[in-house]
């Protein structure tokens, strides 16, 4: 799966975890990973960015993830994705970057 390009994302801790972004509905196989939605845009210059919406995590990627009524209102249209298969590394990466941004759809 080719995806749309790699997105950088700091944790609080400093450190940067490398993400691949892929259109929000993507169909993945069965697998674990800390992942990311976002609203993905083209700026006038060209460059990329993304807005962050929400970051979770999840023991199987396969099952889809929902394009909610508040991801809707955020113009959600990607899903970066960091495969982790161990539990407690998912949990320590997203608990890390949640920390460091204010997400528009995390409570």
Known sequence: MDGLGNVRIKGISGK???FRAYPLGTKF?????????TSRNQNPDGRIAHSRIFCGRTSDLSIRIHNTPSF???????????????????TEIESDIKQNYTLLCNA
Do not use: H, T
């Open 16 to 18: 940067e975890y490398k």
């Open 29 to 37: 196989d069965n697998f674990g990973a800390v992942y990311f939605i």
């Open 72 to 90: 809707k209102e955020n113009n959600a249209n990607c899903i970066c994705i960091l495969p982790q298969e161990d539990k407690d590394s998912r």
